[in-house]
């Protein structure tokens, strides 16, 4: 086993498959996450995540704090390709990161049948996941209906449809090439100065509408705080 050191000293970390009694601790650290749960919540959770053969939940446990870490990994019989393994969730307690314990988690995911491309730590490492995946992605008839729906959203007001023109032009012009041609978009005019600007406004705008509706602030909160999270594991 490795050691990792904090505070001057050493301890011994093991990394092992969550039990029901690490339900707690397990909860704790999806609060940490942005996912808050009751330790009953987490616990029913813990023994609905089957079959074994499939799913496989590793603690990080230290001598002296306990479970200090978890990730979650998730197996899928594909057409396309003959498995593919997943990381649905991976966090590290506050104060604890930085220390190898990701590291020694996303290890043992990498075990259980998780390449570790799969888990991008970067923008380059990102793209070339976006490389691997992009012959198996495909313009469904679900997904070009979701996007003309987000993209011209029904019902809207004239001045919030203006708006939302902004918001379309930037979205079309940040896709790559091959998303645009898989879509069936043209390729938009160059950026200039002036429409940059004019889009940073309308989603100003956007963004202190939306602010104000229930619960948006909360989701965005949740949403920062598991972005943290990532940046330290």
């Given amino acids: 086993m490795s050691k990792t050191a904090k505070g001057g000293s050493k301890k011994e970390l093991k990394i092992r498959r ?8 397990i909860a704790v650290l999806a609060g940490q996450l942005g996912y808050p749960a009751t330790t009953p919540e987490m616990r029913k959770r813990l023994l609905g995540i ?13 001598p002296e704090d306990g479970v200090i870490g978890w990730v ?25 990161r930085g220390l190898g314990a ?33 012959p198996t992605l495909r313009c469904t008839p679900a ?10 959203p029904p019902g809207m007001d004239e001045d919030t449809a203006e708006i939302w023109q902004d918001v379309r032009d930037a979205a079309i012009a940040v896709l790559p090439r091959w998303a645009r041609q ?19 406004q309308s989603l100003g705008v956007l963004d202190a509408m939306f602010l104000g509706q229930p619960g948006v602030l909360e989701a965005r909160q949740r949403i920062t705080l598991r972005m943290r999270g990532a940046r330290r594991t």
Avoid: C, W
Avoid at 74 to 91: C, D, F, M, Y
């Fill in 72 to 96: 979650h990994v998730s197996k899928q019989p594909l057409l396309e390709v003959e498995i593919r393994a997943e990381v649905n969730g991976l966090v590290v307690a506050e104060g604890q």
């Fill in 102 to 134: 990701g590291a020694r988690l996303l290890a043992a995911a990498e075990l259980a049948g998780v390449p570790r491309s799969l888990v991008p730590s970067s923008v380059p490492a990102l793209d070339l996941y976006i490389a691997s995946v992009r």
């Fill in 50 to 62: 089957k079959p074994a053969s499939l799913h496989a939940v590793f603690v990080a446990d230290a």
């Fill in 182 to 200: 898989m879509y069936g978009y043209d390729a938009p005019p160059p950026l200039t100065p002036g429409r940059r600007t004019e889009i940073r």
């Fill in 18 to 25: 969550a039990k029901r009694a690490d339900a707690l601790q």
């Fill in 143 to 152: 997904a070009a209906e979701s996007m003309a729906y987000l993209l011209d």
